[in-house]
């Protein structure tokens, strides 16, 4: 199953709008953090994890995706959210601590909300597991479309929620799919440090259901694996595990110096950046006219600085409102 | 009421009951968890569930507390009720991030857009030589951190409203149930749990303290089995003369603080019964709700009776000689006169 024309526009227009949006974010990030860098200062205060060169993975699965669908996403959460839908204003006004932000500036980055789209994300690895297979779990008992789609990291399969979960959804057979994003890094552990088997795929035998590794960060290829293993849950016929190989063009953090990395790797992994393979690719296919794609970045764009302009002229969360919305209204 | 039209049921009978007439009026209430099927649960408190409703509704789990309560966060964010069960309270650790970093912060992290309406009930309490990893209380542990609400029945009266108050409720409530109050005859169940039951569905307020037994020269405050023994410890004061006032708390979050202190306040001294752990607990938050709020109520140096800092012993002669009981209430008044 290839993307269709729509398809690919689609998925470019929203791996070039995250692209932007962590740009604008990385930039911003740094204003009050010099000379010196402190965490805590600057218009976006503490931790930043940044997703260039993982989106991909988020636009080649939530091309399957609706509103409707559940995403439980990582504490590297912003593609996947761009992806799947996540009101952009809020988000980034939320990620500067605004009182328009998706939860007022309860959240933060790694706390990103919004139950319009069924999106959610956590700051602790493998814990969007459960409440996923437990979305899974709601659709099926009440017999309502949709499919749940955790997105975790290759190091999260090392802890032990990861299995638990995973087994509870093939053991109740539910619509579930886990998307390993295998960026080769838990923060400075290579994987092959961490993992006694090169493809976490293969574990999927342990549940008796389909698993597949997905090579070179290639979205029509995550597109064509994440379309079957979605199908397949939509038809009731469980869950599925997939591995895509992705490129952290990032550190893991914001102020990361990455010395853990071996010489070469990151520049390596810049020439094989996936937006421009993209574009190339449309572009060769005859998918895309060069002015349809320069209209698509231009968009992207300006859909990143109007949500910027959001969140900046938003006013602050209000102090007191620290003390609000602890239980349910 | 007469005799004969006391209809007496266990907490676990209370539970269960409860639970299924919520199940009838309400498709989104489902229960999972460990042995909660065909056993109905290890205390009962599910007993008969799984013949009406089947195992759709009513689904034992793999030994997953990590997975089935994160689970019951996502079914509940999504418009499910559910109603999981942590067999032993001390089991928490295997899966507490799921309880209190997810179950208990996520309407929080959403800014109130999201409701986790959900119920995890948990065996608590010792007094019958399991040792040290099934024994525990952990109210302070669970009431401690933010965004649970946690109650903590001491009746089957009280069990039955709890339960219903709690599966109605949007956001997540911790239930504790005392073991050995559940009526269950091999835990060494006390009598006095074992009450008067309505047959229909009512709600008992979370958050509400009850006065059990009023008194004017002492109030002694606490929750669950410590009630019974509270309310014993009354009986032997009487026969001294002394008066003593008996507060259930029946919920610990959100804490009844205005009860506490009018009873403080009327009789000018108190005692706190915990089976917790006494340091960094439930019985010091008692008394600093008492003594920051206004401390000139007070007549004597307020008491606490709870178990001690250690881990919960095996050895029959040394969990008793840990565990609060009335005796030690009855010293405690003593220790107060003769202060």
């Known amino acids: 199953m290839s993307p269709t024309r729509e398809e690919q526009h689609w998925m470019y227009r929203n791996m070039v709008t995250s692209r932007r949006f962590e740009e604008a974010i990385a930039k911003i990030y740094f204003e009050g953090k010099s000379p010196a860098f402190n965490m805590a200062n600057g218009p976006i205060p503490g931790e930043m994890h940044l997703s260039d060169g993982q989106e991909p993975v988020a636009v080649g699965v939530c091309a399957h995706l609706t509103p409707e669908d559940v995403v439980t996403a990582t504490h590297r959460p912003h593609h996947q959210a761009i992806a799947k839908g996540v009101d952009l204003d809020k988000m980034a006004a939320e990620i500067f601590g605004k009182k328009t932000g998706l939860s007022g500036g309860r959240g933060g980055h790694m706390h990103l909300f919004d139950d319009d789209v069924n999106f959610a994300c956590s700051g602790i690895i493998a814990q969007g597991m459960g409440p996923a297979v437990g979305a899974a779990l709601s659709r099926k008992m009440q017999g309502k479309p949709g499919v749940a789609v955790a997105f975790v990291g290759e190091g999260a399969v090392n802890q032990g929620g990861w299995h638990e979960a995973m087994n509870l959804a093939a053991v109740w057979n539910l619509p579930f799919i886990c998307v390993v994003e295998d960026n080769g890094w838990g923060i400075s552990v290579a994987k092959k440090t961490a993992s006694s088997i090169a493809s976490h795929a293969d574990r999927a035998a342990a549940y008796g259901i389909p698993g597949k590794r997905i090579e070179g960060n290639d979205p029509y290829a995550i597109f064509e694996a994440a379309g079957e293993a979605i199908a397949r849950a939509r038809a009731g016929e469980g869950p599925s595990l997939l591995e895509c190989e992705t490129y952290r063009l990032a550190g893991h953090f914001m102020g990361d110096a990455e010395a853990y990395r071996p010489k070469g790797e ?24 060069e002015a349809e794609l320069d209209t698509i970045e231009e968009e992207s764009a300006a859909r990143v600085d109007a949500a910027i302009k959001f969140a900046r002229e938003s006013d602050d969360a209000a102090p007191e409102d620290a003390l609000t919305r602890v239980f349910a209204a | 009421m007469t005799k004969s039209n006391e209809r007496k049921l266990t907490i676990a009978r209370a539970m ?11 498709p989104s209430v489902f229960v999972m968890g460990e042995d909660i099927g065909p056993l109905g649960g290890v205390y009962g408190n599910t007993r008969g569930l799984i013949e009406e409703f089947g195992a759709e509704r009513i689904r034992d789990t793999p030994i997953s507390e990590t997975a089935f309560i994160g689970a019951a966060v996502g079914a509940a964010q999504d418009g499910m009720r559910p109603v999981v069960e942590l067999m032993f309270v001390d ?9 209190y970093n997810l179950m208990a912060k996520n309407i929080y992290f959403s800014g109130g857009n999201v409701k986790v309406p959900m119920v995890l009930m948990t065996s608590t309490g010792g007094g019958y030589s399991d040792g040290g990893q099934h024994s525990q209380c952990l109210y302070g542990t669970f009431a401690h951190l933010p965004g649970m609400k946690v109650v903590a029945p001491s009746n089957a009266y009280d069990a039955k409203g709890l339960m219903t108050a709690a599966m109605r409720d949007d956001s997540p409530v911790v239930y504790m149930y005392h073991k050995g109050l559940q009526g269950m005859g091999w835990l060494g169940t006390e009598a006095g749990a074992t009450v008067h039951v309505p047959e229909e569905p009512y709600t008992l307020e979370i958050g509400k303290a009850k006065v059990v037994r009023e008194g004017k020269d002492v109030s002694i405050v606490s929750c669950g089995m410590g009630v019974h023994n509270a309310l014993k410890a009354a009986k032997t004061l009487e026969a001294q003369g002394v008066s003593a006032e008996v507060v259930d708390l029946v919920s610990l979050v959100p804490l009844d603080r205005d009860t506490i202190r009018a009873s403080v306040a009327k009789t000018g001294r108190l005692i706190v019964v915990d089976e917790d752990y006494m340091s960094y607990g439930l019985s010091g938050e008692i008394i600093a709700s008492v003594t920051e709020h206004d401390i000139s109520v007070l007549k004597a140096a307020p008491k606490r009776v709870a178990f001690p800092d250690v881990p919960i012993p095996f050895a029959r002669v040394m969990e008793q000689f840990c565990l609060p009981n009335p005796d030690k209430i009855v010293a405690a008044w003593d220790e107060m006169q003769a202060a």
């Open chain 2, 91 to 99: 089991f928490f650790g295997v899966c507490f991030d799921a309880i």
């Open chain 2, 16 to 26: 269960a009951e409860a639970t299924a007439q919520e199940m009838r009026i309400d």
């Open chain 1, 266 to 289: 990151k520049d390596a992994l810049f020439e094989k950046d996936p937006i421009p393979k993209m574009r190339e690719r449309l572009l060769a296919d005859g998918a895309a006219s």
